[in-house]
């Protein structure tokens, strides 16, 4: 099946400090959603990239659907300490035949830990 | 985000029990899906539903039963599960366009004993 790296694995930061993570994968995707998990919590949508080289912000998080369409990035600037969670990106591939539904391949996570 | 509930939270079970887990989403999609959530493995697909026809089984063992008798409303039986099993289950749900994300629940967590 399909696969999405994911990098890195986990991070250990001081509250104020930026942090970058990616996802890269083999396959070309129409559509890469980011996601943050909280514990206890299911996965929350935080971003939604539909072109290749788009830039999105939502407040402090900034991701970008990489030109190739194989890769995206997430940005969270000036840490703080309710960053803390698990990061997910997720890729939604071109449909075949008949199908279209929203099937997502998601990347391992990232987990955030933010030292105040 | 409370526009996909999902009961119950926690669930403890034994290997020979026979439980159900639901899920309901208040968005107007028209498409379902269930993951299970392993420690340390990415989320995997389980089931997708569009327009309550079954669309994707990803060689799921059949102690796994899901039903979706309309848009609104998914389960998934569990019967003779395996410890193996215990993981925390997610039930999301979007719109059956290209493009559009899904939601998600906050999950059920699973314990086998």
């Known amino acids: 099946g399909q696969q999405l790296n994911q990098s890195p694995q986990s991070m250990f930061i001081q509250e104020g400090e930026d942090v970058s993570m990616n996802c890269t994968s083999s396959?070309?995707?129409?559509?890469w959603l980011w996601y943050k998990q909280e514990p206890g919590e299911g996965p929350v949508l935080l971003i939604a990239?539909?072109?290749?080289?788009e830039l999105t912000s939502n407040g402090r998080l900034t991701a970008q659907f990489g030109i190739t369409r194989k890769d995206s990035f997430l940005n969270i600037s000036a840490s703080i300490p309710s960053d803390v969670g698990i990061y997910f990106c997720?890729?939604?591939?071109?449909?075949?035949?008949?199908?279209?539904?929203?099937?997502?391949?998601f990347g391992q996570g990232t987990i955030l830990t933010v030292h105040p | 985000e409370t526009g996909v509930t999902q009961t119950p939270r926690h669930l403890v079970m034994g290997m020979t029990n026979k439980k159900s887990l639901k899920c309901e989403q208040h968005?107007?999609?028209?498409?379902m899906y269930w993951y299970k959530q392993s420690a340390k493995k990415p989320l995997e697909l389980m089931f997708v539903?569009?327009?309550?026809?079954?669309?994707e089984n990803n060689s799921v063992p059949s102690r796994f039963s899901p039903e979706c008798p309309n848009s609104s409303h998914l389960f998934l039986h569990l019967h003779t599960l395996q410890p193996e099993d215990s993981a925390l289950y997610l039930c999301?749900?979007?719109?059956?366009?290209?493009?559009?994300?899904?939601?998600f629940g906050d999950g059920t967590r699973l314990s086998i004993l």
């Open positions: 999301a749900s979007s719109q059956d366009r290209l493009g559009q994300p899904q939601h």
């Open positions: 396959s070309i995707f129409n559509t």
């Open positions: 990239l539909y072109k290749a080289g």
């Open positions: 997720a890729g939604q591939l071109p449909t075949a035949g008949g199908t279209s539904y929203g099937k997502l391949t």
């Open positions: 968005l107007g999609h028209n498409a």
């Open positions: 539903y569009n327009f309550k026809e079954q669309t």
